[in-house]
Nanobody
């Protein structure tokens, strides 16, 4: 009932920037928790950035000061601005949004399809 479509991944040189987008559609009443995860080859999926409904944010230590999570409520879209990228940031990035549906106000937990980010040295 909620679909997430990610975009913005690609190939970038070390030191460069990318902005990922996660557009949500469907019977959305609210987006309460918005997360970005990443998974590198051979590694577990890790939480990179999170934003609560009130706008509070938290970041993994490895990206703090370089990545910024934000949202556009009018567009039901969550962004991840990534600056000063390094080869260690290479991974598939996934968005995850939890919230409530209309009209039931039941909760949902939706995942994007993932977008590849590759940082060359």
């Amino acid at each position: 009932q909620v679909q997430l479509v990610e975009s913005g991944g690609g190939l970038v040189q070390a030191g460069g920037s990318l902005r990922l987008s996660c557009a949500a559609s469907g019977s959305i009443f609210s987006m309460s928790v918005m997360d970005w995860y990443r998974q590198a080859p051979g590694k577990q999926r890790e939480l990179v950035a999170t934003m609560g409904s009130g706008g509070s944010t938290n970041y993994a230590t490895s990206v703090k000061g370089r990545f910024t999570i934000s949202r556009d409520n009018a567009k039901n879209t969550v962004y991840l601005q990534m600056n000063s990228l390094t080869p260690e940031d290479t991974a598939v990035y996934y968005c995850n949004i939890k919230g409530r549906l209309v009209p039931s106000v039941r909760t949902y937990d939706a995942w994007g399809q993932g977008t590849q980010v590759t940082v060359s040295s």
